[in-house]
């Protein structure tokens, strides 16, 4: 059974940083494109960052230059380091699998407020 976990998340002022974890289990990991993705108070989920099994990651514009995605294959983790928050960062954070793959259970999210 496919089982993710994230971790981290808090409550930072602006400017401040954080680093979300990740945990997977239930399934080859190293073989999927992996995301992060975010869902803001009433707003829809949506793809923060996404890597693949070879390292190789994306942004989605308005985190670029202040996240960093990251993977420890042999762990089953996945990394968000985010730097330079913003109050617009504030969401409920995800990890899953990338839209190109499909993605399985969504787990509960750690929670990210930023205050200005």
């Known amino acids: 059974q496919v089982q993710l976990v994230e971790s981290g998340g808090g409550l930072v002022q602006a400017g401040g940083s954080l680093r979300l974890s990740c945990a997977a289990s239930?399934?080859?990991?190293?073989?999927?494109?992996m995301a992060w993705y975010r869902q803001p108070p009433g707003e829809q989920r949506e793809v923060v960052a996404t890597?693949?099994?070879?390292?190789?990651?994306s942004y989605t514009d308005s985190v670029k230059g202040r996240f960093t995605i990251s993977r420890d294959v042999r762990k089953n983790t996945m990394f968000l380091q985010m730097n330079s928050l913003k109050p617009e960062d504030t969401a409920v954070y995800y990890c899953?699998?990338?839209?190109?793959?499909?993605?399985?259970?969504w787990g509960q999210g750690t929670q990210v407020t930023v205050s200005s």
């Open positions: 899953n699998g990338a839209p190109s793959e499909g993605t399985w259970s």
């Open positions: 239930g399934f080859v990991w190293r073989r999927y494109v």
């Open positions: 890597i693949t099994s070879g390292g190789t990651t």
